[in-house]
């Protein structure tokens, strides 16, 4: 019993061969990228749960932050209004002052006045 093959037949033999050995060679590396795959999926699912957890608690220190921004931009405008608050404080205070020394020195020189007669 002989057997006879014919060149195409023996060419795909040939190929049925090398993608035989292919899928062989394949299967380690598929294996590994399919739990590779399932890794990224359960770090994505920690992700979602840790960033649900963190935007509540960024947006409350957003919140914060453009509040401490007005009373900053409210001390600022204290500051910068201060010297005309000092101006004005040292002016309330100096004319009752002025009015009370010019009133005191002229008691004083009438009492010298009448002293001297």
């Known amino acids: 019993m002989t057997f006879t093959v014919t060149l195409i037949e023996l060419s795909f033999f040939l190929i049925a061969i090398g993608f035989l050995m292919l899928v062989v060679y394949l299967i380690p590396a598929i294996i590994q990228f399919r739990q590779t795959a399932r890794s990224i999926q359960e770090l994505s699912e920690e992700s979602k749960k840790v960033l649900r957890d963190t935007v509540p608690v960024i947006n409350k220190v ?56």
Request: net charge positive; charged share 30%; no cysteine.
């Open 62 to 117: 957003k919140r914060q932050l453009d509040g401490i921004g007005d009373a900053v931009e409210k001390f600022k405008s204290v500051g910068n209004r201060l010297p005309y608050i000092a101006d004005a404080v040292a002016k309330q205070v100096k004319r009752p002052f002025v009015l009370a020394a010019g009133l005191a020195g002229g008691i004083i020189y009438i009492f010298k006045s009448l002293k001297r007669r």
